[in-house]
Nanobody
């Protein structure tokens, strides 16, 4: 599965962005889709995930502000980011893994920059 991330950009604090991750094939079912964030000098960290049929998991720092969702028809998943803060700045990567598979897929990073 190939993933294509898009939707990053420059936004002022308090603003919103929606990231999209389009997959080359069906990615839903017994799988995990997720968004990770990486800033220079730091490890990639989980921002939000949907596991299996719909269990969601969010980093504490984004709870109540970010929402991960899917469009099974379009084989696309999203990250709606509201009330953005400068500390949300980073490269955002989408991720997919079929449960039980040996490998996973990563999209290319899409840069989000939040100015104060």
């Amino acid at each position: 599965v190939q993933l294509q991330a898009s939707g990053g950009g420059l936004v002022q604090a308090g603003g919103s962005l929606r990231l999209s991750c389009a997959a080359s094939g069906s990615i839903f079912g017994s799988s995990t889709v997720a968004w990770y964030r990486q800033t220079p000098g730091k490890q990639r960290e989980l921002v939000a995930a949907i596991i299996g049929a719909g269990t969601t998991n969010y980093a504490d720092s984004v709870k109540g502000r970010f929402t991960i969702s899917t469009d099974n028809v379009k084989n696309t998943f999203y990250l709606q980011m509201n009330s953005l803060k400068p500390e949300d700045t980073g490269a955002y990567y989408c991720f997919h893994h079929f449960h039980g598979a040996l490998d996973s897929s990563w999209g290319q990073g899409t840069q989000v920059t939040v100015s104060s």
